[in-house]
C-alpha cells in the first residue's frame, strides 16, 4: 500500500504540478493553534524511518511517467523534513528532470543535515506567522527550546547558501503581526531574508477566521507595504 497522498493535478502558471503528502499522519515540530491538520502528537524534528517505501515511489514514478507533471510539490501532513525517505522522492523526481518544490515551517532548515536535502529542490518555501517570540511560543507551540529569533535566523543561514528560489510565505493574523511596528519588523526580517518571491497570505480556514482573520482594506494595505509596492 502507498504511503504518500496526492491532489489532483493542477496547472500553475502553465505548469502541471503534482502535489504531495509524504508522511502518514500529523508529524511536526510545531503545534499551531491554528493548524488545520489538527494537533500535534508527534512534535518531532529528528528524521523518522515510517515503512518500507518501495511501493510508494513506484507509484510516484507511474504517476510522474503517465501525467506529464512539470512539477512535484511536497505538501505533507507537518515537516515534511522529517521523513527519512524525503531525498529518494527528491531523487526520483530529479532523475526524471522535473522540479521539485518543498514546504516547510522553515525552523530546521538551517540544519546541515536538512540544508542539504532542501538544496536539491528548485523551490523551497519557509513560513512567518508571528513577530515575537512570546507569539512564537503562544500560538505555534514549538518543541522547547525553540526560539522565534533561531526560526528567523535558521531561514536567513539556508537562503544564503540556497541557489534555488526561496519563497517566503508570510501570514497576517490578527492581533499578532497587523500592526504598523509588526509590519515595520517584517519588512526588517524580508531585507535580511531577501526571498526570491514573497507571498502574503490572512487567515481564510472558516473556523479561525473570526478570531485571526484581517479585512480586505487591511490586507491590502499589508500587502501593498510588504511588498514594496
Ligand atoms: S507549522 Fe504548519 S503543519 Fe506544523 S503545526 Fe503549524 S500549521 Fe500545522
Known amino acids: ?6 491532489k489532483d493535478i493542477y496547472i500553475e502558471d502553465g505548469k502541471r504540478v503534482l502535489e504531495m503528502n509524504i508522511l502518514p499522519e500529523k508529524y511536526c515540530n510545531f503545534d499551531c493553534i491554528f493548524c488545520p491538520i489538527g494537533r500535534s502528537h508527534n512534535k518531532i524534528d529528528t528524521q523518522q524511518t515510517f515503512s518500507d ?10 504517476k510522474l511517467m503517465n501525467n506529464e507533471v512539470d512539477l512535484v510539490f511536497i505538501n505533507s501532513k507537518g515537516e515534511a523534513l ?7 522522492v527528491i531523487n526520483l523526481v530529479k532523475s526524471k528532470g522535473l522540479a521539485v518544490r518543498l514546504l516547510s515551517n522553515g525552523y530546521i532548515l538551517g540544519r546541515v543535515e536538512y540544508m542539504k536535502i532542501a ?13 515575537t517570540d512570546k507569539d512564537f511560543q503562544k500560538i505555534q507551540r514549538p518543541i522547547d527550546g525553540y526560539s522565534f529569533h533561531e526560526h528567523i535566523s535558521s531561514m536567513i543561514s539556508f ?53 485571526l482573520g484581517i ?15
Open 1 to 6: 500500500m502507498s504511503n504518500f497522498s496526492y
Open 53 to 62: 517505501i518501495s511501493e510508494s515511489l513506484n507509484e510516484l514514478e507511474h
Open 82 to 88: 522529517v521523513n527519512d525517505k524525503i531525498e529518494n
Open 119 to 131: 538544496n536539491k529542490c528548485d523551490e523551497v518555501i519557509g513560513e512567518i506567522k508571528v513577530i
Open 159 to 211: 537562503n544564503k547558501q540556497y541557489k534555488g528560489k526561496f519563497i517566503l510565505e508570510i501570514t497576517i493574523l490578527k492581533g499578532y503581526n497587523d500592526s504598523e511596528e509588526a509590519v515595520s519588523k517584517l519588512r526588517n526580517i524580508i531585507d535580511e531574508l531577501s526571498p526570491d518571491k514573497i507571498i502574503i497570505e490572512r487567515m481564510d480556514d472558516d473556523r479561525f477566521k473570526e478570531k
Open 215 to 229: 479585512s480586505d482594506e487591511k490586507f491590502h494595505a499589508i500587502s501593498k507595504a510588504l511588498l514594496n509596492k
